[in-house]
């Protein structure tokens, strides 16, 4: 968020050409979709009458009504405090989600019975996959940063050919190459290993990146003081130079974990009992395809979001000697 602004000035959701401006777009864009025969419809048939049969008219009172209804959300939030305001936009674009769900006559009962195994299973194994995955990453990207950032020719040829290498190819040939490639040199990994090795160099890859960016960003200055004082090369990055990167490392990394908890999907083709793979095969033979694909749609959500707030409050902590 950015700094809070000392200058007064009235909300922009209260000038009125933003409202008008904003009424004469969601005017516009549902007028062009024909809402007749949605619910919506059905509860303005007092208004327009038989909904199939009101055409152009029908259409444009279902649009004037919802841009009405839109202009005074946003200009009533707009008297909110800010946490209100984002607590109110979150729960309107909850249910709105649910209801766009709903439209899918989805089987609840079908649901609630796979919902523990769903759980014990396929998120045990997808956060197991990616903690391990995260950690050998980890210490991956830190060994390729250092070495991209060395004077050595020769590490910094092998760490700049591995960051091209594993980020110019798509993930998913890359846990093929390692699984079905490796037993043609007589090198057998199962299934698991083999998806937590291919996470672990492709996300290291990037992570890469972010480490030597934010080793960068500490100045010159920082480097060449600690030596002058006799600290060494490691104690001079442990002391000096990676805790005063991690405020710049931290919100990248928390994007890649993010990215890389989504990412172990894709071991699944390996035939791994992680969420996605258990989300395809409990509803294909009884074609509940819709409720278990949106089931491991909210669990990852979950995940997502708990990652969010766990890099949300580490960034506040860092941030700690900023606050005035």
């Known amino acids: ?11 922009l959701v209260h000038r ?29 048939r007092p208004v327009i009458g038989d909904p199939l049969q009101s055409g152009l008219y029908g259409r444009a009172a279902i649009a004037f009504v919802i841009a009405v209804m839109f202009c005074l959300n946003i200009v009533l939030i707009g008297f909110a405090p800010l946490k209100a305001q984002i607590a109110i936009v979150w729960v309107e674009l909850l249910l709105l989600f649910l209801a766009f769900f709903k439209a899918f006559n989805l089987s609840m009962p079908f649901i609630w019975e796979n919902l523990p195994y769903l ?12 903690a391990v995955s995260l950690i050998f990453a980890s210490f991956i990207a830190i060994i390729a940063a250092i070495a991209k950032l060395s004077s050595n ?17 798509p993930l998913l040939i890359q846990i093929y190459l390692i699984y079905l490639g490796l037993p043609q040199l007589g090198i057998v990994i199962n299934a698991v290993p083999s998806g937590i ?9 990037y992570m890469t990146e972010i480490f030597r960016a934010g080793i960068q960003s500490i100045d010159r200055g920082q480097w060449e003081a600690s030596r002058s004082i006799g600290f060494g090369f ?14 710049v490392i931290i919100p990248p990394m928390g994007n890649t974990f993010i990215a890389m908890l989504k990412d172990s999907s894709l071991v699944s083709v390996l035939g791994v009992w992680e ?28 995940m ?13 902590h860092l941030a700690r000697s900023k606050v005035r």
């Open 16 to 44: 009125p050409w933003f409202v008008a401006s904003i009424f004469g777009v969601v005017l516009a864009v549902f007028f062009m979709f024909n809402l007749a025969g949605t619910t919506f419809g059905e509860l303005m």
């Open 197 to 205: 090795l291919a996470l672990s160099l492709c996300v290291g890859a």
């Open 275 to 302: 969420l996605t793979f258990l989300a395809r095969t409990i509803g294909q033979p009884t074609f509940h395809h819709m409720e278990m694909l949106i089931t491991a749609a909210m669990i990852y959500w979950i």
């Open 304 to 316: 997502s979001a708990c990652l969010e707030v766990a890099q949300s409050r580490l960034e506040r």
């Open 234 to 247: 490691g104690l001079t990055m442990r002391r000096i130079i990676l805790p005063q990167a991690l405020p």
């Open 119 to 130: 759980i014990t299973q396929g998120v045990v194994t997808t956060i197991y996959v990616s």
């Open 1 to 11: 968020m950015l700094y809070q602004d000392t200058v007064e000035s009235e909300v």
């Open 153 to 169: 020719g020769f590490a910094y040829a092998i760490a700049s050919f591995y960051t091209s290498f594993f980020r110019g190819l």
